[in-house]
């Protein structure tokens, strides 16, 4: 059963905002920008360092899509995979997904359309937003 603060937390990170934006912040704070992976307490040491590595992976393959859509622009999941790829990034094709779907309910890359992949299907189209490129200007990435 999840703690009152915990209710609440989660009941915001699904409110709008008037522009149909996701409204992270309470109260206008803004959110950690990338999540991190935890461990707990209880747990051995070895989740503690598995916790520390799954962290910047996670950032990483985020900053790895950000940059990608950067510098290549909008583009299907499919397209995203080859970019970050052909960009020297170690991320899995599903871990990039992951992280591009991260970043969207984050509010740093919002759907522009709709594509078609490479075997005649229907796919979004994803950019980033201003939001992204802020927080690659922050970071010392653009």
Do not use: W
């Amino acid at each position: 059963m999840k703690r009152g603060d915990e209710v609440e937390r989660d009941a915001h990170r699904a409110a709008r905002t008037h522009d149909g934006e996701l409204d992270f912040g309470l109260f206008g704070q803004k959110p950690a920008p990338l999540p991190e992976a935890h461990a707990r307490n209880t747990d051995p040491e070895t989740s503690h360092v598995a916790a520390e590595k799954a962290s910047a992976g996670v950032m990483a393959s985020q900053r790895d899509v950000l940059h990608a859509l950067r510098s290549h622009g909008p583009m299907i999941d499919e397209k995203l995979v080859s970019a970050c790829a052909y960009r020297g990034s170690p991320a899995s094709a599903s871990r990039i997904r992951s992280a591009r779907s991260e970043l969207v309910a984050m509010g740093y890359v919002k759907v522009a359309g709709t594509g078609t992949t490479e075997r005649g299907g229907i796919a979004n189209i994803h950019e980033i937003t201003q939001k992204g490129l802020d927080y690659l200007r922050e970071v010392g990435g653009l």
